[in-house]
C-alpha cells in the first residue's frame, strides 16, 4: 500500500486555510485534543487578517461532527462562537497554497501542559454555563461511565447511598444539560477517564473524586484538568484490574474509610463481579496486564484469601479448571547488559529478552503471590552459586557486569503440590539449554546467556 498518493490524485487549491487538526470522536480528547487549537479562531490576528479563510479539520475513524454522537462536540464550537456549519472536512489529498496552523494549547508531551489561550477557551465555556445557570436539586453528583467497566454499578450505588445522584450517558447527552450540572456542582465522582475530563467545566475549587482504573495509574491529562479550575480532587483506590482493556472495580477500604465507614471485609457482591470478571476475561482471550501486577499483588493476595472460603460461590459460577492460574500473579523480569531492567514485569512463559542482542543476562526478579517461590543463580566454577532468595528479592547483581551462568527454581512445599516450575535459557551461540524443573540446576558450561523463560504449570497440565 502506497502511504504517499500519486500526484495525480492530489487536490491543489490556491487559497490559505486555518487547520485545526484532527478530531477525535472520542469525548475525553475532545476535551484536550478537538479544543486545542480554537483558541485562535478568537485571536485578533485571525480577526484581523485570517476571518475569510476557510476553516478546516481531518476526522478520526468515523468522526462526523454532524452525527448525532459528536453533538457536544459541535455544541461546545457553537458557545465558542465558531461558525460549525462553515467547518470543512478534508477527506482526500488536499494541497493548499498556504496553511495557518495554530499552535496546540494543550500538550501531551510529560507532564501534560497547557497555555493561558487553553484556559481562556475553557473560561469562555464555563461563563456561558454560569450566565445560563439554573438550579439543580442536588449538587452531589456521580457521572456514570458504563462501557467495559465491570463492577461500576454497585460503585455507583454506593456513592448514591451517600446522597450522589447518578448522572448516565443519556442524562449528559445534551450538553447544554450537562454544563448546568457541572457549573453547579459542589461534589462530582466518577471513574478516572473521559467521564472524569468533565470537572474542567465546574467552578475553581470543586469537590472531586476519582476512582483510577488501576492504582498505580493516574490520568496526567487529568492531573492537568486539575489544575485549570485548581479542584479539590481526591483519588481513591477501589479497583482491581488484572486484564488488559478491561477495569473491575470494587467497595474497597480505602473507599469507606473516605466515607467513614466501618470496613468488614469484602463483600458478596464484591466476589460475584469479579468472578464474573475473570470469566469473561478468560473465554475473551484477554491478556495481563502485568505493568500494573506490582501494584495490585498485595491487594489481590487479600482479596483472593476472602474469595477461597465463599467455595460455594465458586462453584456456582463454575470456573474453569485451574482458573487461578489465570490471573496475574506469576511474572519475572531480567537485567541484561546496557539494557537494564526490562521495561515490563514478563508473563508466564514468555521469553525475557530479544535472542538476536547478545547483552548478558546478571539478574532475575520472580514474584508470585499464591505461594513462595525461592532461585538461585550459577556464576561460574570459582564463585559457585549466589544466595537463595524468596520472590520478589533479586539474585545476581547489578552494576558489575557480572554474567549469569546457570540456575535454578523451585516453589514451596504448598505450591509444589500444585505446580511444577520448568526453566531454561538461551545461550550466547543460538541454543537453549534443555528444559530443568522444581529446583534442578542448569547449566551454560561457560556460554554467555541473553535470555531465559519460565513456565508455571498445573501438575496435570506440566509438561514430563
Not at 468522526?63 to 461558525?83: P, S
Not at 454544563?179 to 470537572?199: D, K
Not at 541484561?336 to 526478579?365: F, P, R
Not at 528479592?393 to 520448568?422: H, N, Q, R, Y
Request: with cysteine; hydrophobic share 35%.
Amino acid at each position: 500500500m502506497e502511504l504517499i498518493p500519486p500526484p495525480e490524485s492530489v487536490q491543489h487549491r490556491s487559497e490559505t486555510v486555518i487547520y485545526l487538526g484532527v478530531s477525535c470522536p472520542i469525548w475525553g480528547h475532545v476535551i484536550t485534543d478537538n479544543l486545542r487549537r480554537v483558541w485562535f479562531l478568537n485571536s485578533e490576528i485571525f480577526k484581523s487578517e485570517f476571518k475569510d479563510c476557510p476553516v478546516t479539520y481531518i476526522k478520526s475513524g468515523n468522526f462526523d461532527i454532524e452525527h448525532k454522537e459528536n453533538a457536544g462536540f459541535k455544541r461546545l464550537l457553537e458557545i465558542l462562537e465558531v461558525k460549525v456549519d462553515e467547518l470543512e472536512c478534508i477527506d482526500c489529498p488536499t494541497q493548499f497554497d498556504k496553511i495557518i496552523l495554530p499552535d496546540e494549547s494543550f500538550f501531551d508531551l510529560f507532564p501534560r501542559r497547557f497555555t493561558k489561550e487553553y484556559v481562556e477557551t475553557i473560561d469562555r465555556i464555563r461563563n456561558f454555563a454560569l450566565k445560563n445557570s439554573t438550579p439543580i436539586s442536588n449538587k452531589k453528583l456521580y457521572f456514570y461511565h458504563g462501557l467495559r467497566q465491570i463492577g461500576e454499578e454497585r460503585l455507583a450505588e454506593y456513592f448514591k447511598s451517600k446522597g450522589y445522584d447518578i448522572i448516565t450517558h443519556e442524562q449528559r447527552a445534551d450538553i447544554d444539560v450537562e454544563l448546568n450540572l457541572l457549573i453547579n456542582c459542589e461534589s462530582f465522582a466518577s471513574i478516572l477517564g473521559s467521564v472524569s475530563h468533565n470537572t474542567v467545566f465546574m467552578r475553581n475549587h470543586t469537590e472531586a473524586i476519582f476512582i483510577p482504573r488501576t492504582i498505580n495509574w493516574f490520568s496526567a491529562h487529568q492531573v492537568a484538568l486539575n489544575q485549570i479550575c485548581s479542584l479539590n480532587a481526591t483519588f481513591i483506590d477501589a479497583s482491581l484490574p488484572i486484564f488488559a482493556g478491561k477495569f473491575y472495580y470494587l467497595i474497597s477500604p480505602q473507599l469507606k474509610r473516605f466515607f467513614g465507614d466501618k470496613w468488614e471485609g469484602y463483600e458478596e457482591e464484591d466476589f460475584k463481579n469479579f468472578l464474573q470478571y475473570v470469566k469473561n476475561c478468560i473465554y475473551e482471550d484477554r491478556a495481563f496486564s502485568t505493568k500494573i501486577a506490582d501494584s495490585v499483588a498485595p491487594i489481590l493476595t487479600d482479596f483472593m484469601a476472602q474469595l477461597k472460603r465463599r467455595k460455594d460461590l465458586i462453584t456456582a459460577f463454575d470456573m474453569p479448571p485451574h482458573w487461578e492460574t489465570f490471573r496475574s500473579s506469576f511474572y519475572y523480569r531480567t537485567h541484561v547488559g546496557i539494557l537494564a531492567w526490562g521495561k515490563d514485569w514478563l508473563e508466564n512463559n514468555q521469553i525475557s529478552n530479544d535472542l538476536e542482542k547478545q547483552y548478558t543476562l546478571q539478574a532475575i526478579k520472580i514474584s508470585y503471590t499464591k505461594h513462595k517461590i525461592y532461585y538461585s543463580v550459577y556464576y561460574n566454577d570459582k564463585e559457585g552459586w549466589s544466595e537463595t532468595v524468596c520472590s520478589p528479592e533479586m539474585a545476581g547483581t547489578t552494576g558489575t557486569g557480572k554474567p549469569i551462568c546457570g540456575m535454578k527454581v523451585w516453589l514451596d512445599e504448598a505450591g509444589s503440590k500444585e505446580f511444577d516450575i520448568l526453566y531454561r535459557m538461551h545461550k550466547f551461540d543460538g541454543e537453549w539449554t534443555a528444559w530443568a524443573k522444581n529446583g534442578e540446576a542448569i547449566y551454560s558450561y561457560g556460554q554467555k546467556l541473553n535470555a531465559i523463560q519460565i513456565n508455571l504449570e498445573p501438575k496435570s497440565n506440566a509438561t514430563k
